[in-house]
DNA sequence: CTTGAACCTCTAGTCACTAGAGCTTGTAGA
DNA sequence: TCTACAAGCTCTAGTGACTAGAGGTTCAAG
């Protein structure tokens, strides 16, 4: 059994979001002392590290609910995992892509103006202002 | 001179949004009519497309705010544009880079089960409960 | 037994909006 | 000119996933 210190140090999770998660009830109430302070044990540990992980791979915390709940029921379809980390790659591949054009757009902007000059002639601004001056959608 | 509608039926910026952005600063207040309504003619246009513009680049308000400010002062040089531009780049370069590892992980832990099994054998849900199984950092 | 680091709860703040309540105004048709 | 009612107004609270801080308590080493 170890504190909520210790289980933060062996997750690299902040002491403040585990209590977080434990609010949201990702994380199951926590044993406690005498004093009232939560204790820990593997069991704990590895809910936490499994949540960490996802919460890395970007799933929101909705997500990470319905992956635990399924992780609780070994004997059910595990098609619900599936088709979360499905939507979850959809998401992402959505993101990259539009970050792609942002990233053109903006290299585009930012290249045709060095920062030598004059807020009025500057590219950057008139790009800004006018959307006829952009490449492409974005 | 038009109505907070029509300047948001122009510029795709939904209303409630228009006011949030006169509250933070980024719109100067509008005129009003009689009876307390928001009236725009083509600078308050011109200004919130700009906005519009920067927002969907993916500029913060506070960004946003500084470049308004140079705008509004054309003799300035426009170093610090081109740098919040800049600035700009590098954070979504650094998200694309993040998101492409992120999509490498969720493509193999998706292709490693097909949903058709039970949720004990599920290899989306082992790989979230062990690092170990990830082909590499992210 | 003392010290102080670590723990506790609770509230409020972050960002960029969005939703809703409860009220007032503008405008088109009768 | 009157009447609907769409559109406007302000204000407060909610979103997601934390983070910060106040003010108090407990644990463990020396």
Known sequence: MFSIGE???????????????EQMGLLAEAERTSGNQRRYDKKGLERLSFIRHARDLGFSIEAISSLIELQDHPDRSCEAATDIAISQLADVRAKIKRLKLLEKELTRISECCDGHGVSEDCYVLAALADHELCSREH
């Open 7 to 21: 289980l933060s140090k062996r997750t690299k999770v902040k002491v403040p979001t585990i209590r977080y998660y």
